[in-house]
């Protein structure tokens, strides 16, 4: 295992190397990534930054996570999915978030679709099917092993398109599925390996 893959910090905690080059990642590892995330908004935030983060910086992201808060209504999809043209200008000149026309037009857009499957048992249903069963826990050893996507995440791709999702591919969904908790991708040896059930 190379040094960059697991690294024990100054606190003497071993961590997923990832996570050790700034504080912002430090307390994303250590709390919530590979936590499981349920419920309607908690999920379309997690899909929204997701779809944000293409292309970009994780950090990026998690720095201006406030702001996209603040910015989506707390990524309440019924708020989100009512937004006009006023409100789309608006995020477009919001300097606290990434302002790409097209992922803006995406949350939107995934808003509605999030509204819509309500009928259809809902958004936690829909991403929480797609979990590979049982949860696989730690034994990667090295973060060359961790898979860009899997036949979960290319089901999960194809499920919210089929639903009118965009800015959801197997990739993005991968990133989804290890933020959510739906797999565990913590490198065997980081403290937080293996510690959600």
């Known amino acids: 295992m190379s040094r960059a893959d697991v690294v024990t910090g100054a606190d003497g905690i071993?961590?997923?190397g990832w996570a050790t080059g700034a504080v912002d990642y430090l307390?994303?590892?250590?709390e919530e990534w590979g936590v499981p995330v349920r419920g309607e908004a908690a999920l379309f935030e997690r899909l929204t930054l997701e779809a944000f983060q293409s292309g970009l910086s994780w950090l990026t992201i998690l720095r201006k996570r406030p702001a996209f808060r603040a910015a989506f209504a707390g990524f309440d999809p019924v708020a989100v999915a009512a937004f006009g043209p006023a409100d789309r200008e608006r995020l477009l000149a919001d300097v606290g978030i990434v302002r790409n026309?097209?992922?803006?037009?995406?949350?939107?857009?995934?808003?509605?679709?999030v509204v819509d499957l309500r009928t259809e048992g809902g958004l936690d249903a829909l991403v929480w099917a797609h979990a590979p069963a049982p949860r696989p826990g730690p034994g990667l050893q090295s973060l060359a092993e961790l898979p860009a996507s899997t036949p979960e995440s290319t089901a999960l791709a194809r499920a919210l398109k089929a639903h009118g999702f965009v800015f959801v591919g197997?990739?993005?969904?991968?990133?989804?599925?290890?933020?959510?908790?739906?797999v565990d991708d913590h490198l065997a040896g980081c403290h937080r390996a293996g510690?959600?059930?």
């Not at 307390?27 to 250590?30: C, I, L, P, Q």
């Not at 026309?101 to 679709?113: E, F, G, L, P, Y």
């Not at 197997?170 to 739906?182: E, I, N």
């Open 14 to 16: 071993p961590r997923c």
């Open 27 to 30: 307390a994303y590892h250590d």
């Open 101 to 113: 026309v097209r992922k803006i037009d995406a949350a939107i857009h995934n808003a509605q679709a």
């Open 170 to 182: 197997p990739t993005t969904m991968y990133a989804a599925m290890q933020a959510c908790g739906l």
């Open 195 to 197: 510690v959600v059930p």
